[in-house]
Each structure stands twice: as C-alpha cells, then as structure tokens.
C-alpha cells in the first residue's frame, strides 16, 4: 500500500521532534525570532492563549482571586533574600545593568548609565509580589489575599523550543497568602483542582496528579503539586504546577499579620502557575500527521465555511448563503461564548485553503457550491477524522446539531488521549521490567517506546539520580491517594505507595 | 459656612497633584514600587485596566486586527536601523547585558554572561515586529496586514507619576502595512477614530483630534495624529497616538511587497497605541474631591450592595436578601457583558465600607436594612451626585431601571467634562491676551487657570519652542477641518489655520 499523503513531513512515526517543529510552523502558530531563545506567537497561536486565559481567568475570579500587576523588574537584592530560590533562578536570568545607550568610541551605541543595583527581568514573581504583600497584609481580616498575574517572564534557557521551552513566554502566576499551614495547602491543593479541570474541561486532555519528588520542586517551596500529561511519544509533559512554599518566602520577606490573639505570626504562602507552555501540549496531545486539532472548547473558530465558485455562475450567491450561513452560526451560545466562523473568502485554490484549515486544526470545515446550495445543505468534514471524509447535510440539520457535534468531539478528544494514556500506562514490579520497558526494541526508533511505568519506590534520591542519568527517566509525580504498601524493586526497600515514571519534556 | 468634609484630603482646588496622587492611593489603584518607576497595578486599577482592554479588543477585531505577541527584547542593531527613532529612545532605554548571576568576590552575586549584543527592553515594537513584517510579507495578496499587540514596555523615566508617566507601562500597540501611501494614510485616521470612539463612549471623555506639530511628532512617523483630552486642571492629556510611519521603517529594515504588476515595492506602515496612562486621564477627567468616579461603561462594578446589620435581629434574612438582589442584577445584560455586583458583607463599620466604595468610584452604591428589606425597597446613592444624596427606591423599580441609570450616569460624566472643556476653551487673536489666558492672576495659585487657547499660527518651531520656553505651553494639535485662513498673533505672518494650545501633562 502507498503511504498516504500527509499535511505534515515529517509523520510522527518517522520524527516526533521535527513533525512538532513543522506541526507549529505550519499551523501558523509561532516562529523563531532574531532574538536568541524568544518567540513570536503569530495570530492562530495568540487566539489559542487568548482562549486559554479566558477560561482559566473566570476559573481563577470563580474561586476569589483577583488581578493585579507587579513590575517587570526585580531588584537583585529581592532575589537573594531566599536561598534556594535565587539558586534556582540566577544561572538563568536576564540582567538589566544600564539605562540608556549612548554613541561609542566608534559611532555605534553602547550602554551607559550604570544602575547602582542590577534588575533581573523577572523569571517568577514571589519576591516582587512578596514585597507588595508584605505591605498590604496587617491583620488576620486582610487573609486570605488571593492574587494572580498574567505576564510574561524570562529564564535564559540555552535549547530552546517553541512554546516548550523559551527564554520569554507568557504565563500567569497566582499568588496567595493564608494565616496558617492547612488552609494554605488546601489551597494548593485547590489550584491543583483548577488546573486538573482546565487541562481535562478545555484541553480536552486527561492529566495525573500528585506531588514532585525533592529534586524536582520549585527552588524554595516545600512542596509542589503538578499535573503532567502524556503526549503522542509516550512522554510526560509537567501541564502546570501549585506550589506550598511554607513561611520561607514570608520570614524572608517579613510577611506577617496580626492574629486575632493579637499576636503577629508570619503568614504561608502559595504560588502556582501555567504558560503558553499548554499550547504545547495541546499540540502533542492531539494533533496528528495534518496538523494540529483544536479542542472546541479552545478553538480560535470553531467553523470554517469555503464557498466554492469554481465553475459557478453566480459567485455572488455562494458567497451570500455561505455568509448568511456564519451570522446563523455566530448567534448561537457556546459554553459562556459564541461560536466563531471564518468564512474564507481568499483568492486561493481550494485545495490550498483547505489544507490550511486542516493544519490550522478548526475543528468543522464546511464546503459550499453551486449544488450545495441548491441543496440546501453543507458538505461537512470533521477534524478528528480523516481529511478526506465529508458528508453532506442539510443546512437546517447542521445548524441544529452543530454544538452537541463540538460537545462530542470534545470528548471524543479527550477520551481518545486517555485511552492512548493507559494504553502505555504500565503497573511494572522489577527492575528488569522497567529497564525493558523504557529501553527502545532494537533496530526500532526511540522514542516511541515505553510511556508511564508505575512502581514502588522508597524514595532514595541516589537511585533516582542514577535512573535519570543511565534511562533519562524520572519520577513524574507521587500520586495522591491511597495506596497499598510494597516493596521498591531498585533498593528492595519499604515503599509506601507507587510513583509514576516517565521520560519527560 | 464650614468646608464640607472630603473623602480626599487635599482637594483639587488645594492642590491638584497631590489630590491625585492621594485619589490613586485611596481608589486602591496602583501604588509606587521598590523598582524605581515601575508601578504595582492593585487589582482595582487591573480590573479598569481590563475593562478597557475588552473595550478595545473588540474594536480592533471589528476593524480586522489580529492579536500576535512579540519578544521583550529589541537587539541593539535593530533600533539602530531607523534614525530619528533610535535617537527618540536610546537615552531612556533599559538595557540587558548579561544573562546570569554568579557570585562575586565579595559574596553577593554580581552579572555574569555577558551577552554579544546589548538587548534593549522594548520601548515600543516598530523595529521588531518590522522585522516579523519583512518575513510575512511577500505580495501584495499579505496586505494589508493589521497585527496589534498588548504588551508591557519600558522607558527610563526620571520624573515619574504613577499611570501618567511610568518606566514600564502596559499598553497595545497596533502596526499594520500597506500597498499604497494613501491606505496607510486613511489607517492612520481610522484607528485614531476608534481611539476618539472608545475615548467618548467607553470613558465619557470628550477629546480634541487633530495632527501633531514637526516637534511632538513620534520618533520615526511622517505624521503623527492624537486625541486631546482636558484635565480638571485645564491641562491637556495626550491620550492616544496613531502614527503614519511612511515608508521609514519599511525602507530601514526591507518590509516589501511584489505588486500585482509583479514589482518590488515598500510597504506603507502605521503605528498607533494607547496605554495604562488612560487610567490617569479617566482619573482626572471625572474625579471629584470624595475619589475617583468610573464611567459605567469602565466600572469594575457597576452596583454595590451594603447591609445594615446593625440593630437587626435577623442579620441572615438582610443577607440573603442582598444577595438574592446581587443575583438578579448580575442575569442583566449591560454592552456587551452582564451588570458587576459588590455585596460587601465585611464585618467593617458602615460608614468605613460606604466611604470605600465612594472613593474607588463605583457608580450605583446600595444600602439595605432592616426597614428597606421590609418596604422591599433599597437606598440608592449615584456617584455622580453628592455622597449624602440617598434616595430609598423600590425592589422592583430600581431593577428595572438600573442599566438606563447607568447609560444616564455615562452620558451625563460625558456632557459634564464636555461643558467644562468648552468654559475653558478661548478663542484668542493677540499675543497679550494670549499670555493673560495663560498666566495666574496674582496671588492666584496656578493652577488652575486658562485651558485651551485657538490661535492662528504660521508654524514657526522658534516660535512654538520660545512659547513652551516662557509660559510651559505648547501646540497640542492641529485640528481637522477646513477652517479660515488668518493670521498669526505671534509672528503676522499668514496662517492656514488655528491650532490648540495647552500646558499639558
């Protein structure tokens, strides 16, 4: 049999890494720039973060939080003042030492006007939001403060992909203050929730939960909560993560309030964030060897109507149906907004455009000619189905149909990724196992191969360096939950619950 | 007779600087940082800040923009490429170095890494979406290409006023290319449209349109356009720009196009932008000695509901009464979104909660006790009218009327800042009366006096620049319009028209 012909070269099969790279070049989502390590989003993948924030801002405002805006810059005496946090971030951050240019020696500009203090360009927010919170918060009647910022932040990350991993990228960070421990890790446990929902409701993709080991934590928290998702090559990817940081970020920055008692006591704090990062795993999670595929509930249009005049004689009219056709769509409520129509009416080949709304992933194409509209009726393809299957349906049908259709293939998103999911889940009890099942067959490529292998653990930091180093496997996350008691099978030690192991972007 | 107590102290008659630094204080909206220059946006001023976005948003999208985000950092080779523009912000320019921290010898951390190529925080994104357009675009079937993007952006700024003047600021900018001189002209004036739009609708604030003069153009335009907004201090507030980039930039960095004709051509470009300075200006527009007043159409919320518990044996019953009223304010379609509604429940004193809300402006407040609960009727309160003008309404009245109060409240903060532009705009035809408008009268503080003043001009910059030398006053715009020819009061020569003078902010 001839292989089929794809939109995008190469499949998945043949390079995972290079058919991401061409996925989200050719779905217009975003490029390089001259500006080593940052990004541009174009139009698609800007409407793609736009609806993200849209759905996770009203999940945030839902369960109190509000907005707010904190600078850009952080001073570096802030950073210092957590050990391990500025540990974390200064091998990796951008420097503002001057503030201004001035002609040099040899006509070009150089920098001039030395701070006294050097900025750092922030890479997260707590010790900038810790100073304001530090001053908003007196007594008990001002807890909880529950804050978050949309922002974009910057970690100088040498290999660098689109969306994956970027110097700059766009984020939001909540940030909350609470007057004891409990209620601040109920609250962790909270935005966890919120996030699960997210990636689950919207993504249409099915996330585990649980705790990081130490090694993995957020640099000054002392316990960070994630969620991670499984993507096409069997890998994990960290979706968003809620971090307990304790009183360390308040007794480092003096955040305290008066108790009802009248006593003064530090408070604990909570931050948690997610970023354009997501659009990333939307794209592994569901796309395929055409293009991307856009959960309904994300799509920047969820219809695209191609009017097809070719041989007609009267243009003008299909032009006129397929336009009368959006305004009908375009009333019609979907999940809190309206549905989005493009109607494409470019001076393009019919093919051409409608590759590009293949690749682009709207979720309905419609095409419209001459016998359509005599018909009445549109001839429908579906995303999440072979490009080259449409059926015809009559125009009033469609029209009345049309969301319980995206509603479907939302689902159909989410329960086809988690089935894939437990289909390279694996419950392994020896170390052989393991080493077999993350160990590429020979002569077949890596990835994929392998998935989530679930075993015992008791948790010896050495065994898991050693692991990561000989496999490039580590402990994604320590489920929450119940869990029987076993027997790790790298130490032969206790264990008291399995942990989720996987390679992991 | 006594002075009437103020919510804020000092008036605006006492001292108009400080009212408004002490209105921005006592709004909650924004509070100076540790970063010398950089603001923290409180979440009041966030949630006016994004009502405004999605004001704009809309009309950008209505006018066929498209939303992209562009990196932070400009290199410094990129600014260099357009003269005038690298000589406008080279001297106020945050400039990345170095991209890690390590430590030094004295065992703080010092910047290490020290980069190729000086990055520069971008001031504003000419040069770097430029070079994003020189890609895009290849015929003539690109254009035109109507991106806009919202951004933070940063200019060293010595002297700073928190949102009129801040180092870094949030803003949209809007660049678009074209085939042809005169489209790009016509975009030019479009958006400054939608600027004057949003500006009278959205902030019922009236504004003046018009060019810029040769001196206040931005650095870079051909032309640049603006809307003109006075303050209660009589003063102008430039509010918005659009500029007509010619082919400056297209010709600097290689943004061209095949014709239709199949030759290579420059693009036309615009750019325009407004920012979080529009918080100032709707601040000093409406403001009053007791806050600021939101324009309801801008209100983080439109209603605010506060129960008087006091001497009330059934507390819950108040309560729950408010917030049944809450809820079927909030089902209320209101442009575009639904009514916002505050029910403080906040164990404070009433009259500390009333006060609150009167500063930060809300436009309906609400008080509901025991006696109104059983009238079924509520104590309303405008912010448009004096504090203590309290006027009990019925349940049922009061829900059906709510969303034409508010379109009242709007028309009328607009027909208010109208007539007080129009009693403080002259006519003048001498230089010595001309000075006298912008001179206090002895032992009068300044200001407040004059305003605008409509003279003739020839369009000397000697002249303009020894005007804004001696009285601290300059062209602000150059109306639209046909208008009679005449003569220059400060030279004699012939002039084709007046022109709008102003102190300003």
Redesign the interface.
Known sequence: MAKPKTAITPTRDENYPEWYQQVVRRADLA?T???RG??????WG??L??NMQQGLDGMFKATGH???????????R???KEAEH?EGF?????????????AGPDG????A?ELEE????RPTSET?IG??FS?WIESY?DLPLL?NQW??V?R?EMRTRLFLRTA?F?WQEGHTAHATADEAMAHTHKMLGVYQEFAERFMAMPVLTGSKTAGERFPGAVETLCIEAMMQDRKALQAGTSHFLGQNFAKAQDITYQSDQGQLEHCWTTSWGVSTRLIGAMIMCHGDDDGIICPPRLAPAHVVILPITGRSETPEAIHNYCRKLADDLRVQPYHGRHLEVEVDE??LRGGEKNWQWVRRGVPIRLEVGPRDMEADSVFMARRDRPAKDKVSVGRTEFLSSITQTLDEMQQGLFDRALAFREAHTAVIDSEEAFREWFTAPKGEPTPPHGGFALTHFCGDEGIEAKIADELGVTVRCVPFGDDEPGTCPFSGKPSPKRVVWAKAY
Chains 1, 2 share one sequence.
């Open positions: 490029e720039s001259p500006v940052c990004m541009v989003i174009k139009p800007c409407s973060w736009e509000r907005n707010a805006y904190f600078p850009l810059f952080i001073p570096k802030f950073l210092e500025v200064a091998k990796e951050c951008a420097v503002v030492t001057h503030h201004r240019l001035e070009g500009l150089v920098p006007g050097p900025l750092v360009v900038i100073d304001a001053r009647r804050i922002a974009n910057v100088w700059e766009l470019r001076d």
